[in-house]
């Protein structure tokens, strides 16, 4: 398959309620996915800790979020233009994301080691 040039726009379409996240794949190959992922107020089940295999980086572009961090039992806020590099198995949990506008984040996820954030 080869590629082609596309445009997409992370900011279209975005609905204002969601019975569950949104979540679309933009682009994907061997080492790389990237996604869209868009949340009305939705959260991390209680209990619940995200274990990865892969590193994930991921930015909000619109709406605010709040990341919680098992070790340490540390909080990140995001708004927009915030991002954080999440390297993998660092359980880690979305505590809470804007109720009111919807939160649009871009999230790359890999699986190379070896990866320093700058």
């Not at 726009?9 to 975005?14: F, I, K, W, Y």
């Not at 979540?23 to 869209?36: A, D, F, Q, T």
């Not at 991002?83 to 660092?90: E, K, S, Y």
């Amino acid at each position: 398959m080869s590629l082609r040039p596309s445009r997409y726009s992370l900011l279209g379409r975005v609905p204002s309620k969601l019975d569950a996240e949104l979540i679309e794949e933009l682009v994907r190959s061997s080492g790389v996915r990237i996604e869209r992922i868009v949340s009305a107020g939705h959260r991390s089940e209680e209990g619940f800790w995200y274990d990865q295999e892969e590193h994930e980086w991921v930015v909000v572009l619109q709406g605010r979020a709040r990341l919680r961090y098992e070790e340490g039992d540390e909080t990140h806020e995001l708004d927009v233009g915030d991002a954080a590099l999440i390297p993998a198995h660092v359980r880690h949990r979305v505590e809470w994301t804007d109720p009111d506008t919807p939160t649009v984040w871009l999230a790359v996820f890999w699986l190379e080691a070896g990866v320093e954030a700058l």
